[in-house]
């Protein structure tokens, strides 16, 4: 079998660090490591639409700020297919079809639902299409018999529904569809980089970001208002290492060689952590400390994006061509979901001869 990875972004704002530790990098070195046979990344137009169906320019402004994001940081369109959720519309088919082997209880029990829900104060009005997005999720995966989904911890239930709506499908119509797996980052602090604010989820509509595009002096200004440890009002005072979102970014973003770069008084994260936390360190040394990382880090990213901005209709071609090949594939899997569920009656000759030799 293929190893085949699937994954993707909704287009509802530029992309930010979050994105960046929790799928994108990875999904760099997934690409160029050679250990995958196809990789499909999407971007997820439908699927935002779900939650700004009032304000559909946001997203369509959108689809080309991600397509520079993921070109910016290394996604190559001759390795990896980069495609539009809506120009491969048998995706709504495949979902409408899954819809039959889930039920509302079970969706809503999803915690991803639960929580996305929450956040965007829809308890008492739901939007039908926000609410199915783990099956509409599961037919992008299906869609691609992807093996492989790179994400962040928060979408883990999303992945096993999609795991249990595969294994419902083959139960009931044969063996069809492939079961795919998440992988999740490496680094634990990557699974779920906080917001600056020290919130739970860096969110775009919490304003509390720090954009792959964002220029030099707004990721200082971000670091510099960044949530440390409240307590630590003084120098002297020790200080608290957990949940102090500035060395959870540490933790995502620091390497040896950052100590003899930038602070080459100490030897390791170890050593920086342990001096806080006995006192004598004040936050405004660790802050610029983070600064100088992450402007070495979003430097190059930043400096390719230009580039690519400089041919906007290059960058449309290629997800035109991207858009067309999914499509190709889409189709493919949706001819043998058909076949599956017996409703592909104008090529099943078996039917055909059924019924004609009834009727003589």
Same mark, same amino acid.
């Given at each position: 079998?293929?190893?085949?990875?699937?994954?993707?972004?909704?287009?509802?704002?530029?992309?930010?660090?979050?994105?960046?530790?929790?799928?994108?990098?990875?999904?760099?070195?997934?690409?160029?490591?050679?250990? !995958?046979?196809?990789?499909?990344?999407?971007?997820?137009?439908?699927?935002?639409?779900?939650?700004?169906?009032?304000?559909?320019?946001?997203?369509?402004?959108?689809?080309?700020?991600?397509?520079?994001?993921?070109?910016?940081?290394?996604?190559?369109?001759?390795?990896?297919?980069?495609?539009?959720?809506?120009?491969?519309?048998?995706?709504?088919?495949?979902? !409408?079809?899954?819809?039959?082997?889930?039920?509302?209880?079970?969706?809503?029990?999803?915690?991803?639902?639960?929580?996305?829900?929450?956040?965007?104060? !829809?308890?008492?009005?739901?939007?039908?299409?926000?609410?199915?997005?783990?099956?509409?999720?599961?037919?992008?995966?299906?869609?691609?018999?992807?093996?492989?989904?790179?994400?962040?911890?928060?979408?883990?239930?999303?992945?096993?529904?999609?795991?249990?709506?595969?294994?419902?499908?083959?139960?009931?119509?044969?063996?069809?569809?492939?079961?795919?797996?998440?992988?999740?980052?490496?680094?634990?602090?990557?699974?779920?980089?906080?917001?600056?604010?020290?919130?739970?989820?860096?969110?775009?509509?919490?304003?509390?970001?720090?954009?792959?595009?964002?220029?030099?002096?707004?990721?200082?200004?971000?670091?510099?208002?960044?949530?440390?440890?409240?307590?630590?009002?003084?120098?002297?005072?020790?200080?608290?290492?957990?949940?102090?979102?500035?060395?959870?970014?540490?933790?995502?973003?620091?390497?040896?060689?950052?100590?003899?770069?930038?602070?080459?008084?100490?030897?390791?994260?170890?050593?920086?952590?342990?001096?806080?936390?006995?006192?004598?360190?004040?936050?405004?040394?660790?802050?610029?400390?983070?600064?100088?990382?992450?402007?070495?880090?979003?430097?190059?990213?930043?400096?390719?994006?230009?580039?690519?901005?400089?041919?906007?209709?290059?960058?449309?071609?290629?997800?035109?061509?991207?858009?067309?090949?999914?499509?190709?594939?889409?189709?493919?899997?949706?001819?043998?979901?058909?076949?599956?569920?017996?409703?592909?009656?104008?090529?099943?000759?078996?039917?055909?001869?059924?019924?004609?030799?009834?009727?003589?």
């Amino acid at each position: 079998m293929d190893k085949i990875i699937l994954t993707g972004d909704r287009p509802t704002g530029r992309l930010h660090l979050g994105h960046y530790v929790g799928s994108l990098k990875r999904r760099v070195e997934l690409q160029n490591s050679g250990g !995958f046979d196809k990789i499909y990344i999407m971007i997820a137009d439908a699927q935002a639409l779900t939650d700004n169906a009032d304000n559909p320019e946001k997203v369509r402004q959108n689809i080309i700020q991600v397509a520079l994001d993921y070109l910016a940081c290394g996604i190559d369109p001759t390795r990896s297919t980069i495609f539009i959720q809506s120009q491969v519309p048998e995706l709504c088919e495949l979902s !409408f079809y899954y819809m039959n082997l889930v039920t509302v209880s079970r969706l809503q029990r999803n915690p991803t639902v639960k929580t996305e829900i929450k956040m965007r104060n !829809f308890e008492a009005n739901i939007p039908v299409g926000f609410f199915t997005y783990p099956i509409s999720q599961a037919a992008d995966i299906t869609a691609f018999n992807a093996t492989t989904v790179p994400a962040g911890e928060d979408q883990e239930p999303m992945i096993e529904q999609a795991r249990e709506i595969v294994r419902r499908f083959n139960a009931t119509y044969g063996d069809t569809l492939v079961e795919p797996e998440i992988l999740l980052p490496d680094n634990s602090a990557c699974l779920r980089l906080p917001g600056t604010d020290g919130k739970a989820k860096m969110s775009k509509s919490l304003g509390n970001c720090i954009y792959l595009s964002d220029s030099e002096s707004d990721i200082s200004k971000r670091v510099k208002t960044m949530f440390t440890d409240p307590d630590h009002l003084r120098v002297t005072d020790p200080g608290k290492v957990e949940g102090n979102t500035v060395f959870t970014y540490l933790d995502a973003f620091c390497r040896p060689q950052h100590f003899m770069q930038y602070l080459p008084e100490y030897g390791s994260l170890e050593e920086l952590k342990a001096h806080y936390r006995r006192g004598g360190l004040g936050d405004v040394k660790v802050k610029k400390f983070l600064d100088a990382i992450l402007q070495e880090e979003l430097a190059p990213i930043r400096s390719r994006r230009k580039e690519y901005e400089q041919d906007i209709p290059a960058v449309f071609s290629m997800l035109r061509q991207g858009s067309e090949t999914a499509r190709t594939v889409a189709a493919e899997t949706l001819d043998k979901v058909r076949h599956s569920m017996r409703i592909d009656y104008f090529n099943d000759m078996d039917l055909l001869t059924a019924e004609y030799g009834k009727n003589e």
